[in-house]
Each structure stands twice: as C-alpha cells, then as structure tokens.
C-alpha cells in the first residue's frame, strides 16, 4: 500500500538552501513540502559545521583568554583554579544545536511547510517517494509518494574522502568527529589548512592540544588573499600552531590509541613518519546526491559530482531547481541559503538573484578573517587596474581598549571609479564588519562614498572607513 500527497512544491534536504527555499515557499502561497532524513532540521551547518564549530570556538577563546589573557588587563586570575570542563563545552554545543534545529521545526510549523522525516528518491520527474529511515525515530510510518508541480533539490555535501585513510571518527575523524571527541586530544595532527581545519585546529589549540597543520600547497588559508594568509601564518604560529606546508600525507593507520601518519614533502621528496592521537582529515567537501535518483531522472553531473544547472538554478526540467553545497559555488551556508531563496522566487515570479561576486568568506580564528569580492591575485590576472587602502588595527583607538590589535583592513578599488572591488579584514570581528563591505559592493559604492558615511567613535568599524580613505587619498589615525 502506498499512500500518496501532492504539493505545489516539494523541497528535498532540509539544510540552509532547503529551510530557506521551504519556508520561502510557503511565505509565496505555495503548498510546500519539505523531506529530511537526518532526523534533524537544519543540515551539515546546524548539526554537524557552522554552528557547533562556533560554538567551541567561542567558549575555547574565552577559555583561553581567561588564562593568558587576563593579568594585563588587570584581572587576577588564579590559573591553578581555572578548569576546563570538556564534558561541559560539548554539552552547551549539543544544546545550541538542539535548540536551533528545533527552531527550525517551529518556523515550519509557523509557516505551514509539511514536514517529512525520511529518505527522499525520484520516481520520475513529477513524483518523488519519501521512504523510512531505519531506527530513526519519528521517521513515516511507510513510503510515501509526493507528487508536486515544482521540485528543489537541496541535499547538500559530505566529507569529502582522503583515499586510503579509513575514518573512524575517533582517532582518525573528520569535521564531524572533530566536533565530538570525548577528549582534548594530546597531540592533534590536521590535513589541510583550509577554514574548517584551521577553526578546528585553533579550538584544540586553545584547550592545549599540540597542533600541527599538513597543507599540500605553500601556503595556508586556500583562497584567501595572499596576503592575509601569511598574515594568519605568522599569527597562528605565534599561538602554537605548526604548520606543514607542501606537505602531501602519503598514509596513516591507527595502532590502538595512536595514529602514524606519514607525510612527504613534495619540494624535497623527504618522507618522515609522525605520531598524533587524533587525525583530522579536513580536505574539503563533495556533492552528494546518493539514493536521490537523480541519475534515473537524467539529470546532468559534472566531473566534481555537482548537478548542473543553468544560471536560473534548472535542471533540464525546469520545475526542478537545484541549491546549495550539491550544485556550483563555494560551499557556504549564506550561499545555500541566498540560492534557495532565489529558486522559490524564480517558481513563483520569475525572478530571483544571487551575486556571486559578493559572497563573504569568514573564518571564525582569532583574529578572524573576512573577505568579499576580488583578491589582488583575481584583480591582476583580470588585467585590472587598482588601488589598494590598508587600515592597521593597531592604529584603531577600540581595538586598542579591548587589546585587540592584530590584523589590518583592505579595500581594493578601482583605479579609475574608486569602485570597491573587495574587503580583505584580518581582525577582531572581522565577520561583523565584512557586511559594511558587502553592502558597499552591492550598491557600488565608491572608497570616498564609504569615508563619508558617518562612523560611531570609538569602534571597530572605524578601521574600514579609514583604510577607505587610504584606497582614495589619505587615513587621518595613520
Ligand atoms: P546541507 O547543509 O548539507 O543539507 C543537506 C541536507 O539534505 C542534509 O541534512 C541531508 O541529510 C539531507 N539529504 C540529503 N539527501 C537527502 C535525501 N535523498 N532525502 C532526504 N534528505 C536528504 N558555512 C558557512 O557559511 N559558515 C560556517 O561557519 C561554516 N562552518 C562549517 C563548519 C564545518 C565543520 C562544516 C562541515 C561546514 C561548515 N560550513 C559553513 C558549510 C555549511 O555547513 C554548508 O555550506 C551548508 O550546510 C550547505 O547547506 P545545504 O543546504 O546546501 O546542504
């Protein structure tokens, strides 16, 4: 016996391009269905990325500020009486990651979106089956056939696997592991130096682990600016981080409560064999689309394993709309979340955007780093003739009365228009202050428009208007 519904819009993946596009939908007057089968609202970044990492990040920082921190500001701390409570960290994370997926499932209630606990696959290209979850609990009762006149796919990534390396998710873990470990490992060894293994790195670091960082390429931070990168370098090495670049990790096995890994430089060819209790493999993401059935339905993916759409988020079915980690772009909440959001409103009124050139990258380090639009690499390779403004934060009069000066800002503008054509911030609240940048961006605005935007005293933000008065003429404070 199968039972069937049917619905205006069926979204499948309950992520930040799912959430969105669902509850979008339903806010458009659409009759809309959402299918999940994690058991839990809210995908990759409330469950297992942006928000628990977040979570350990902060409360490590306050951690660790509490204990070197302190004495200069002229708070006495008896170090010997500050304990961490691992066990406490984890569990004010699960908490925060209950209560946001949670509150997704009310904004669906909120908002009318039926929501389906399960395993969502194409039947063909008008019907989906929504079939049970083994052992989860709440998941429907017996397949369920959803038919609808506009489907989005939003299913996300996964661990992309390091070949070769089995991951356990205790001794050698990914992402997901790493934000679970029942203990601060001693030594934490970490395969790539993107955002998530630095963010990652830098929790462990804070609770005392020794870290060290492997990165195939010369340098830390993909695709961060250059500059910025080195900057991050030379500051997370002050903090205790060792870093490995140019370093390929040819294997590693575990032995008991121990794993050897063994790690080859490809500038000398010199192999050496190192130890670490914890190994985190964090070499990026992939698109995921299994059991989906989007193969069965013909639709296209690429070499990468993305699913391929055109510039208005379609499939080769136009009622069938993809977003997020699963399709082209970088792999970012925000970004998932803007696309979902797009799709919805090209079903309803045939329009909907999103810039591509304006979405800001951040990593939650401290100091954080923050970036929109082009690097000085993108803007020379484009034949681009620019100007470059930079606003220290030693010389910002908040940075200084929260003793928080690492780090600069950098505007890139056109040398012609003034245009701003990218933000690049290393520093305290970076994430914050990116925005004043992307909404400078998108309404192009000019480093002299900026300038004379009227800025509180004393604040952070201060720096920006500065390092745009340097990209045009001159600072005032430096
Ligand atoms: P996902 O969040 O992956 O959601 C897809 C959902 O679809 C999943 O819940 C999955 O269970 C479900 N699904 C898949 N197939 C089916 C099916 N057939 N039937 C039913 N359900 C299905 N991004 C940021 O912007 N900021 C950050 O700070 C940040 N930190 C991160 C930290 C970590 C450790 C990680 C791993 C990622 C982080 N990210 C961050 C990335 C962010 O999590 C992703 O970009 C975002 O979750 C993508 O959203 P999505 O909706 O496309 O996919």
């Not at 928000?51 to 350990?56: N, R």
């Amino acid at each position: 016996f199968l039972s069937s519904q049917s619905h205006d819009l069926v979204v499948i993946g309950g992520g930040p391009a799912g959430y969105f596009a669902a509850i979008k939908g339903a806010q458009l007057g659409f009759n809309t269905a959402c299918i999940e089968k994690r058991g839990k609202l809210g995908g990759t970044c409330l469950n297992v990325g942006c928000i628990p990492s977040k979570a350990l990040l902060n409360n490590s920082l306050m951690y660790d500020q509490i204990l070197n921190d302190t004495q200069k500001r002229g708070i006495v701390v008896d170090k010997k009486n500050v304990n961490l409570d691992f066990d406490g960290l984890m569990k004010y994370k699960d908490k925060v990651v209950s209560q946001l997926t949670g509150g997704v499932e009310m904004l669906f209630k909120k908002y009318g979106v039926t929501y389906y606990k399960g395993d969502g696959e194409f039947l063909n290209e008008n019907e989906v089956v929504v079939k049970p979850v083994d052992g989860l609990e709440g998941t429907v009762k017996e397949n369920i056939n959803l038919q609808a006149k506009n489907f989005v796919i939003a299913t996300g990534s996964e661990v992309t696997p390091f070949p070769g390396i089995t991951i356990d998710e205790e001794r050698i873990v990914s992402s997901t592991g790493a934000l679970s470990l029942k203990e601060v490992p001693k030594r934490l060894a970490i395969i790539g130096a993107g955002i998530i293994g630095l963010e990652m790195g830098s929790v462990y670091n804070r609770l005392g682990s020794e870290v060290t960082v492997m990165e195939y390429q010369d340098k830390i931070g993909s695709s961060m600016d250059d500059e910025v990168a080195a900057t991050m370098s030379k500051v997370l090495k002050k903090q205790g981080f060792n870093f490995k670049t140019n370093a390929k990790v040819v294997s590693a096995t575990r032995s008991g409560d121990v794993v050897d890994f063994t790690v080859e430089n490809t500038k000398t060819g010199k192999q050496e064999t190192l130890q670490a209790d914890v190994l985190l493999v964090a070499i990026g993401r992939r698109p995921y689309i299994q059991g989906l059935g989007a193969e069965k339905i013909g639709l296209e993916v690429d070499e990468s394993g993305r699913l391929v759409i055109d510039n208005q988020y379609n499939t080769k079915f136009p009622h069938i709309k993809v977003a997020g980690d699963v399709t082209f772009g970088p792999m970012l909440a925000h970004k998932a979340e803007e696309e979902g959001f797009a799709a919805v409103e090209l079903f309803k009124t045939g329009h909907g955007h999103v810039n591509y050139n304006n979405i800001p990258s951040v990593m939650y380090t401290h100091p954080e780093v923050a970036w929109t639009g082009k690097n000085e690499k993108e803007l020379k390779r484009d034949d681009i003739n620019y100007k470059v403004g930079k606003f220290p934060f030693i010389a910002n009069s908040r940075a200084k009365t929260n003793m928080d000066t690492e780090g600069f800002v950098k505007i890139l503008i056109d040398a012609e228009t003034e245009r701003i054509l990218g933000a690049h911030i290393v520093g305290p609240n970076a994430g914050e202050m990116i925005a004043e940048a992307c909404l400078a961006l998108e309404y192009g605005a000019s480093a002299e428009d900026i300038a004379r935007v009227c800025h509180a005293h004393p604040t952070l933000s201060e720096a920006f208007k500065e390092a745009s008065m340097a990209a045009y003429s001159q600072p005032i404070n430096f």
